[in-house]
């Protein structure tokens, strides 16, 4: 068991990875030897990159989770410290880095290969966060047995608590009921409600805040009996992914700042359309700069 304080905006806790993403002019037919016009090699999962932005965004982060004692947890675990996230509660070990081969043809159509070998999700008592100074801590419900008892911890001692739910699995299922702010993709939404229409009132009923993102047509949020919703930034739109990881890390800054209710979601919204304007989850996430520069803009 470790244990471990720390002074911090936002804790993450969940999964990290290790991403090749190779560019293709198309994915290769049985028996085909494909050469690739480029293979870029950088760190991934989702709370992994909520942490990276929430530092590059100028708050004090932590990612809680794991990674393994190979090239790809080293090469991840650096990126962590150059982008200031502190990896006070990184927990590493002999299985492996969970990696993905991502296969990306020219239109963003991609094929994906995951490998996690024998890493399974960190037992409870793998870390104690007891004592913990934190100001908002985002789940992204990977790390289920981990992330439980923190819940009702920070619920006991009024530590705001957000959920990434981008699909209905054991970890989210779990957590849904245990946190403040349900911030769900479209995705989770209808897998859970089994229509968008219904989603958001049968969400609402399971956590004091909810939020749907719905890509290029922006979101909806009930808190309470108070709903309403946010119009998406006008961009031109090349690749989405990871964009919902800037949202999710940028909601929780957001959160800790304790910025009023329309500016959390323009913030976060902010974030997440940066995002989809360039190529790759890690390089798409927003420094504090380039997201002031963004909200400034007359089209924003």
């Known amino acids: 068991m470790t244990t471990q304080q720390n002074l911090l905006d936002v804790l993450c806790v969940g999964h990290a990875c290790y991403d090749l993403i190779f560019s293709v002019d198309h994915h290769p037919d049985e028996d085909e030897k494909l050469f690739a016009q480029s293979c870029h090699g950088v760190g991934g999962g989702p709370a992994a990159n909520a942490a990276v932005i929430v530092a590059r965004l100028g708050f004090h982060s932590a990612f809680a989770g794991y990674l393994g004692n190979d090239l790809y947890g080293d090469k991840h675990r650096q ?13 590493r070990g002999a299985n492996p880095t969970p990696i993905s081969a991502i296969i990306v043809k020219p239109d963003g159509k991609r094929a994906l290969i995951n490998y ?8 409870a008592n793998a870390l104690d966060f ?8 985002l789940f992204d419900g990977h790390e289920p047995e981990l992330s439980l008892p923190l819940a009702d911890y920070c619920r006991n ?3 705001p608590t957000v959920l ?4 209905v699995h054991q970890g989210t299922l779990a957590l849904m009921n245990k946190v403040d702010y349900l911030v769900c993709s479209e995705k989770f ?27 290029q047509r922006g979101l909806i949020w009930q808190t309470g009996q108070e709903h309403g919703s946010l119009a998406a930034f006008p961009i031109d739109a090349i690749d989405s992914t990871g964009a919902g990881d800037a949202f999710h890390g940028a909601f929780a800054a957001a959160v ?16 997440g359309a940066i995002c ?11 420094t504090k700069q380039e997201l002031q520069a963004f909200l400034q803009q007359p089209s924003g």
Do not use: H, M
């Open 79 to 91: 990126e962590f410290i150059e982008n200031g996230v502190a990896d006070t509660y990184l927990i």
């Open 116 to 123: 996690k070998g024998d890493t399974r999700p960190l037992p």
């Open 130 to 137: 007891s004592g913990i100074d934190v100001k908002t801590v």
């Open 157 to 159: 001692i009024n530590i």
């Open 164 to 167: 990434d739910a981008g699909s």
């Open 189 to 215: 939404a209808v897998q859970f409600a089994g229509n968008e229409e219904s989603a958001l009132s049968k969400l609402a009923e399971k956590a004091p805040t909810v939020v749907i993102t719905l890509g």
């Open 256 to 271: 800790a700042a304790k910025l009023n209710w329309q500016d959390t979601l323009r913030y976060a919204s902010a974030a």
């Open 276 to 286: 989809c304007t360039r190529t790759g989850a890690r390089e798409g996430l927003a």
